[in-house]
């Protein structure tokens, strides 16, 4: 059985950067899209992005060019990039994971069957 944990978050100050980690076990990630998704107090869980096993990538416009999503399947690992952090990013965040063959793949919650336990991070001066 598939299960992911998070680690890397904590507190940075505005414009400074993170990266995130989601270590795999019990499956191997070759075939699996994962996505990172977040959750900020008293909103809904949103997409942040995605990649598939081919490599196809998408991001939510609001992080578009400031989060980079990688994974590394030596390492079972899929990894979130966060720079220029805002505020606004400050959230608990997921990693998700889910067996499909899509080139393309969908920011949305439904589509990922595997979830971490999140991580927190706090963007503040």
């Given at each position: 059985?598939?299960?992911?944990?998070e680690?890397?978050?904590g507190?940075?100050?505005?414009?400074?950067?993170?990266?995130?980690?989601?270590?795999?076990?019990?499956?191997?990630?070759?075939?699996?899209?994962i996505?990172?998704?977040?959750q900020?107090?008293?909103?809904?869980?949103?997409?942040?992005?995605c990649?598939?096993?081919?490599?196809?990538?998408?991001?939510?416009?609001?992080?578009?060019?400031?989060?980079?999503i990688?994974?590394?399947?030596?390492?079972n690992?899929?990894?979130?990039q966060?720079?220029?952090?805002?505020?606004?990013?400050?959230?608990v965040?997921?990693?998700?994971?889910d067996?499909?063959?899509?080139?393309?793949?969908?920011l949305s919650?439904?589509?990922f069957?595997?979830?971490?336990?999140?991580?927190q991070?706090?963007?503040?001066?």
């Amino acid at each position: 059985q598939l299960q992911l944990v998070e680690s890397g978050g904590g507190l940075v100050q505005p414009g400074g950067s993170v990266r995130l980690s989601c270590a795999a076990s019990g499956v191997t990630l070759n075939g699996y899209t994962i996505g990172w998704f977040r959750q900020a107090p008293g909103k809904e869980r949103e997409g942040v992005s995605c990649i598939t096993r081919l490599g196809f990538r998408n991001y939510a416009r609001s992080v578009q060019g400031r989060f980079t999503i990688s994974r590394d399947n030596a390492k079972n690992t899929m990894y979130l990039q966060m720079n220029s952090l805002k505020p606004e990013d400050t959230a608990v965040y997921y990693c998700a994971a889910d067996l499909g063959s899509s080139v393309v793949c969908a920011l949305s919650t439904g589509s990922f069957g595997s979830w971490g336990q999140g991580t927190q991070v706090t963007v503040s001066s």
